[in-house]
């Protein structure tokens, strides 16, 4: 059970993991907390067949708790995060939780947790985890009484009002929302600015028979892809809870650091965190007319950073993108679909500018399998051999250890990093010379292998 406390969220498979008992329980320590800043938590759920049946025991939990619930239903992650900045009936959330198995398979499940606007993560999450262990025999009665409340509506007004300017944008759009949730706000407000679209597998279905939903893996874009060449300008897809997105031309499909650049571009003298497994050429680009900060991947790590810098800006090279100019600071890939649209609408040929960055070759991210207690312990071993490393090894120039290990070369980088979700290390390698960006994972591959097979 313990596995299920993971360092961004809560996750795990549905009646195996996360059953009856556990979740109830989670509703009611996870109140404890909620009540220390207030009493009203909201909750929403993705399209998961299951996800109704989490929301009765969480609601359970809560209630047993003394907490009210706001029952929002089946809405995009970005929505239940937005229920945090609005009001129902004069009554603003102190809380919510997203119930979400996000891209995993079907039968996973899981909670993406907020409280006093904050993520509720890491030690906080561990530690819920133990006190959930720890009184595993308590009895939680059946009580789902909750309180309905409609965040979508708020939302999609919030979302036509902020974008007005681009009613009349003769731009041919489709959408592919893999049928996760972003169908159920997306198209509105597409409809209510008046926007030229066409949009695949709207419909929520969680099993997802389509494709699944997680856009950073290519095959899942063919679909998207094909459509493109019949006359669309630009293209977006979701994963399975519409906080992330890609972005695609007829040519290109562009990573969440690449739209970093371009949303910059617009920003007056930007602030912009990206991950560490973010292109170099994104935080030289930005670092001309602004400032990049390079920090921990996670959703819960850049919610954290962008509010303590008051940055603009923070991006995944998967697909998150947060926005803290004229918005909230969240991941929102519906969001983030209009400002690309204000981009277009404001002149900018993406394809064109994308092709203007230097030259470098990156491989997507790589993973190596591995154990959940072995992972950490692999890291370790490879900064101590990273020391004095191989007498062949390629030059070091630095290394970076905020999260895993980014070793700077004099023509590119490395990156090993243990996985905080799965049971894997994850690489990236780049460089402006492609035989060199091969040698960086040639030779760091050989690393980690040495690494594994010392491990004391």
């Known amino acids: 059970m313990k596995s299920i406390f993971r360092e961004y969220d809560i996750r795990g498979i549905f009646e195996k993991e996360l059953n009856e008992q556990s979740v109830k329980l989670i509703g009611y320590f996870l109140g404890q907390k909620v009540k220390e800043v207030g009493e009203y938590v909201a909750i929403g759920y993705d399209a998961r067949i299951h996800s109704p049946k989490l929301c009765e025991y969480l609601t359970s939990g809560f209630n047993k708790a003394g907490v009210k619930v706001l029952n929002m239903s089946l809405v995009a992650t970005p929505i239940n995060y937005f229920s945090n900045y609005t009001s129902f009936d004069g009554i603003t959330p102190s809380a919510s939780v997203m119930i979400t198995g996000s891209h995993n398979p079907p039968e996973y499940n899981g909670f993406k947790i907020t409280i006093d606007k904050q993520p509720f993560f890491g030690e906080d999450i561990y530690k819920l985890g133990d006190e959930i262990i720890n009184n595993q025999n308590l009895e939680i009665p059946d009580n789902t009484s909750s309180y309905m409340i409609d965040a979508k509506s708020k939302y999609i007004d919030f979302l036509v009002g902020e974008f007005d300017s681009l009613k009349g944008l003769k731009t041919k759009i489709i959408l592919d929302c893999g049928n996760g949730v972003a169908g159920v706000a997306i198209t509105k407000v597409m409809d209510m600015l008046g926007l030229n679209y066409d949009a695949l597998y709207v419909e929520p279905d969680g099993t997802f028979p389509n494709h699944h939903p997680d856009p950073s893996v290519e095959e899942n874009l063919q679909d998207i892809k094909k459509e493109l060449q019949n006359g669309y300008d630009i293209g977006f897809a979701y994963d399975g809870d519409a906080d992330r997105v890609a972005v695609l031309t007829k040519e290109l499909n562009i990573k969440g650091d690449q739209l970093a650049i371009l949303f910059s571009k617009e920003i007056n003298s930007p602030t912009v965190i990206g991950e560490v497994k973010c292109s170099q050429v994104m935080y030289d680009e930005i670092n001309k007319i602004g400032k990049a900060i390079m920090y921990k991947t996670g959703h819960s790590n850049l919610k954290v950073k962008i509010k303590e810098l008051n940055a603009d800006l923070a991006a995944e090279v998967s697909g998150h993108i947060f926005?803290?100019?004229?918005?909230?600071?969240?991941?929102?890939?519906?969001?983030?679909?209009?400002?690309?649209?204000?981009?277009?609408?404001?002149?900018?040929?993406?394809?064109?500018?994308?092709?203007?960055?230097?030259?470098?070759?990156?491989?997507?991210?790589?993973?190596?399998?591995?154990?959940?207690?072995?992972?950490?312990?692999?890291?370790?071993?490879?900064?101590e051999l990273l020391k004095n490393p191989p007498n062949d090894f390629p030059k070091i120039v630095n290394i970076i250890d905020i999260d895993g290990i980014r070793i700077n070369f004099e023509d590119g980088w490395g990156l090993v990093r243990a996985s905080n979700t799965t049971?894997?290390?994850?690489?990236?390698?780049?460089?402006?010379?492609?035989?060199?960006?091969?040698?960086?994972?040639?030779?760091?591959?050989?690393?980690?292998?040495?690494?594994?097979?010392?491990?004391?």
């Open 323 to 383: 926005f803290n100019d004229r918005y909230f600071g969240y991941d929102d890939a519906l969001y983030a679909t209009f400002r690309v649209l204000e981009l277009i609408k404001n002149g900018m040929d993406l394809d064109k500018e994308i092709k203007s960055l230097p030259k470098v070759y990156s491989t997507e991210e790589i993973k190596v399998k591995t154990t959940e207690i072995e992972k950490f312990k692999i890291i370790d071993r490879l900064k």
């Open 423 to 456: 049971p894997v290390l994850v690489t990236r390698f780049e460089s402006t010379n492609q035989q060199k960006a091969k040698l960086y994972e040639d030779k760091i591959n050989d690393l980690i292998k040495f690494a594994k097979n010392t491990l004391t």
